[in-house]
């Protein structure tokens, strides 16, 4: 049987401390709005079904130091009843967020997955009130699988990665 070897005071063996993964939120913003209504008010106009919403979402991680990242969160909405564009809705929400004692793959992961996923609902909510603010009905985004998005992100990068 293995001896633990760790002292109870939370010190790694030699006396050396053993960093705990945090992250922490220094700020969050709207670095970007944008909604266009370009035929209002005849986009205004009851209408006999439902528009086609074409939801878009990405995220960009900046390094701003070891452990400070920039997370931006971008949702783009169109609203179009044929070819007609009824409302587009441009959104970069993002936050600064300070991560410490994370290994480079956990790193990773916090920025693409956990980071946005904290973004998201203020983000929703700006898109919801920009929608109703603009005479349409509150756009309410379904929840979005950031872990998807970023097992999506890296497939592509290794796909990539194998033809080049």
């Known amino acids: 049987m293995a001896k633990d070897t760790t002292p109870k005071d939370g010190t790694a063996a030699g006396g050396e401390e053993q960093a705990s993964p945090t992250m922490n939120i220094l700020a969050q913003y709207v670095k970007d709005l944008s909604f266009e209504n370009p035929h ?52 970069v929400y993002a936050g600064v967020f300070r991560l410490t004692g994370m290994q480079q793959d956990m790193l990773q992961m916090a920025v693409l997955i956990e980071c946005p996923r904290l973004l998201f609902p203020f983000a929703r909510q700006i898109m919801a009130d920009a929608t109703r603010n603009g005479s349409f009905p509150p756009l309410m985004i379904d929840p979005v699988d950031f872990a998807a998005l970023f097992q999506q992100r890296m497939a592509q990068a290794n796909q990539e990665k194998a033809n080049a």
């Open 40 to 91: 209002a008010p005849g986009s205004l106009r009851p209408r006999e079904k439902s528009p086609e919403i074409n939801i878009n979402i990405n995220v960009n991680p900046t390094p701003l130091s070891e452990t400070d990242f920039e997370v931006e969160l971008k949702l783009d909405a169109t609203a179009k009843d044929g070819e007609e564009v009824l409302f587009k809705a441009d959104l």
